[in-house]
């Protein structure tokens, strides 16, 4: 190998470490304009880690320019969708500050909640930011009525309430497995009390009846058992029902 193709190769040894001779590069950016049509692109083609990079820099190199908002929210969305979830709330949150009157405020304040919810763990941990996340939604609900979000956010918000009364359920039934009864009851009645919409409603009520069997007052037990039957009819909690009051009845 003569000299020169020996330099070519050396050249091409670390990006085809990496996907090829010269993978992994972008094209030349002449213009602030051409950066941000580039990072479009690259969001579009879901390289959100190159979208992300040329965002941040138009950002940094045009705080007074009149896309600088909608740059903004293009670098939350590449973030969230890149799973980036606490950069993606302080852009969002930036954007819903610094340019309130945005076009794009409407849907940075309902991004700004899915990157909340993104930082919740799952139900057998704290929900510092499921909580959060709702608050958020609800937020972004009232201030854009009209947004094309709204219905989604209200399902979003089902969702992680749905969480939350599990993890209020699952609470409930280690304290009823430990025998610790009356801390057991105040999970499954603050599910009644909270969350009376959701389908956990359906277990904490037979939690309860079997809290009421347990202390003496079986008639209540098998009433509110014979509700969960009707009411939740068809759902394997029914079923549950129905074999709990058997056990009673006999």
């Known amino acids: 190998m003569n000299r020169a ?35 479009h692109r690259m969001a579009a083609k879901q390289d959100y880690i190159d979208a992300i990079s040329l965002l941040k820099t138009y950002i940094t190199n045009n705080a007074g320019s009149a896309d600088v908002d909608h740059a903004l929210y293009l670098l939350g969305d590449c973030e969230l969708k890149n799973k980036e979830y606490s950069a993606a709330e302080v852009d969002f949150d930036r954007l819903l500050k610094e340019f309130p009157e945005s076009d794009s405020s409407g849907a940075a304040s309902f991004r700004l909640g899915e ?21 958020q939604w609800r937020k972004y609900q009232s201030e854009f009525p009209d947004h094309w979000l709204y219905a989604e956010a209200q399902h979003r918000i089902q969702l992680a309430r749905m969480r939350l009364a599990d993890k209020w359920l699952r609470n ?21 009390a909270e969350y009376a919409d959701l389908p956990e409603l359906g277990d904490a009520w037979v939690g309860i009846a079997l809290i009421d069997a347990k202390e003496h007052r079986k008639d209540e037990a098998i009433q509110l058992l014979k509700q969960v039957e009707q009411q939740f009819a ?17």
């Open 172 to 192: 409930g039934d280690v304290y009823y497995k430990m025998g610790y009864l009356e801390p057991a009851r105040v999970y499954y009645e603050k599910i009644e």
């Open 5 to 39: 193709a020996l330099r070519v190769a050396l050249a091409c040894l670390l990006p085809a470490a990496l996907g090829g001779c010269g993978a992994g590069t972008l094209p030349a950016v002449h213009s602030e304009a051409e950066r941000l049509e580039l990072a």
């Open 234 to 250: 068809g759902r394997p909690v029914a079923a549950r029902a129905a074999r709990e009051r058997a056990r009673l009845t006999h």
């Open 115 to 135: 990157a909340l919810y993104g930082q919740s763990r799952t139900s057998d941990f704290d929900q510092e930011f499921t909580h959060k996340a709702i608050d």
